[in-house]
């Protein structure tokens, strides 16, 4: 064999290099080549120090690498401190010495190999018998099967990761590559530290998401904690998880993961309704601790449903929530009222509409469990269904020996049809007034009303055949708008408060709709809490799913999660992309919401319904008592000698709703009193004259400090 290349050039550097040593220091004491080679040579002397120090073997070949650079200073000081060429030219001769013996002994790159080979050329290498492989800890002779020594070969030539050896492999049931690895540290008492799912992949050769580790439990006989780990490799499962999962496995997968619809959550099972068409997925929090935070948007994406048809809802009841995916909005479908739904049972209670479950939700006539009667707050926009609750809310009523009172701003088909069947309704503002008046006045009459059992006045007692008079409904539509009124609406605001006070221990029941829950459109805070406190909310649509929530939240206790109500129910069609590039026209294939509400539970909880339908357009007497509901004999006499009966569209007289007004002579001018105010009619509720026409009225409050500015034509 040919002497290799690196010791050719390193024997050929000794001779070019030692005329510089032997010549430099005499020509040029200061020349920079010779502190180079004196810094060579104090690295060197370092190695050397190294070199006897280390508990390494191969002392001795580490000092001979290091010769020739010491030695090669050393003869660059002596011939920079030997006068001229020394003694018989001693300073080549040292040179040629030390050139000779770096060519003849002591190559660096022989002796930086470890296991190098003569430079000379050497017989061929003759075949040897392979030895005997020695036994290595990871192989241990410990009876263990097949499957585990395989195991165990892998995991030694992937160098033992984190220093853990291989108790057992076991493979999984029905899989051919899929097994569980229980992995310990090899020294006893040390935990398992930096061996990832990485790790364990590249050994046996697998896709890391493959790979799971998992603690290690103690068990009868065997230990566990942080010295014990098991690994789960399951390529084979996970290949068939990705193309056809379970219920189970996709939710997980794409539903409970941390950007997932539902973090931490675990699916319990799914239930699929065919009459019912629906879909039903039940999970729950795999912490129970936790409350849902649902998206619903985003679970439909991880299940391959569509979240913008309204078909698809949510139900959360504490750590657990329900999931239902119906074929077809179910809100779109028409609840016919009848009155076997709308007769009250004993405590009160009568369906009002269907859940999107199917589930009747109930509505009241009466408190049972306190003892009193009712309030009411419906709200919505035009159009969404409010007179149609008002319909089957009356029937409820009617059927339980109520008297119910109607009055509304403005005079509407539907309204003047319900008179028919109802004690009393009217639609002006003055109308309005004088009925809250009515009925706050009601308040003071029952409760002198001698009971015949006893002969005393008694509290209203919710179907307690004794009780001398029935309980009264008073229903207050466009309330905000009434109570912004000019001439009527701080009378409106005033008796509404205190009848939402006084009316529920002498059986009277205030109910205002409005499109406004707010103390600026005319809910004092007073009344919210109190229609809050003793009724069930009933919030049709506000507009927009935004203005709904509010309204819904300003109802309740505590915010709770709102149901959307959209501004129409529509399955989508095809692509939106593709009609977008096709250039072709969104269908217009929606259905209306009018009729679908939220309504605000007893224990706070918003719930979403449609109410029961009631065809205007037929006879309604089908839904209502043969007879309509009226006052007693005594209450009516009452109210007539408190001049609170009768006509209630007649105008204002003197002194009703404001001080009379007085005859003005003081000017000397002999003109007649100026005249009262609110002439114009009985649907008018009073003409809005001039200054001069209106009665002088004190100011007092900041409502009426505006109203007299907005009303003021001459300074």
Known sequence: MSTPRSVVLERL???LAAPALAVAPNLYPDSPVNLVVQLAGAAGIGGWVLAAKGEETGAGRKILRWSPLVLAAAVDIAAKYTAG???YGLDALLAAGWAAAG?????YARHARRRHRPASAAPAPQLQPAPEPEPSPAQVDDGADRLTREARMLWERAGLPARTHIVKATRHPGMQHDLTVLLRASETGRPITGLSEADVAAAFGVHAGDVTLADVAIQPGRQGGPGWLEARLTPEANTRRRKAPTDQERWADRVAGPRGGAPGSVLVHTTRDDE?????YRAKMADTTETPRIDLAKICRGLDLKDDDSCVFVLIDGAEFLISAFDEPPLSQIFPATRELLTPDAKGMFVCGFTITG?????MVWQHDKNAACHGLILGVS?????QFFAISMAAESLAGAVVWLSTVRKDEKTTTL???????GSTALWMARQLRAAKALCEIRADMPWPHDGKPHDYKPGDPRCPYRPLSVYADEFMTAAQDALFGEDIQTNGDDLTVTGLKYGIGFKPAGQSPFAHNGFSTEMKDNLRQNSRPVIFNMGSPGATRKAAEGTMENPYDVPTIPARYSRQEGSAIERAINGEADPENGVSTGGVAVIVLDNGRAVLMRSLFADFDTDLAHLFPDEVNRLTDYEIAELGKRGLWGDWNREPEPGEFWPAPQDDDSDGDGGPSRRRSGGGGGKGGGRRGSAASRP???ITSTRKALEAIKHLTDA
């Open 13 to 15: 550097a000794y001779p």
């Open 85 to 87: 060429w020394g003694p």
């Open 103 to 107: 060519y003849l002994v002591m190559p």
């Open 276 to 280: 019912r068409r629906v879909t039903f």
């Open 359 to 363: 589930q009747p939700v109930k509505n």
């Open 383 to 387: 159009r969404s269904g409010k007179t």
């Open 419 to 425: 008179g028919q069947y109802i004690d009393r309704q």
């Open 696 to 698: 002088t009225e004190e």
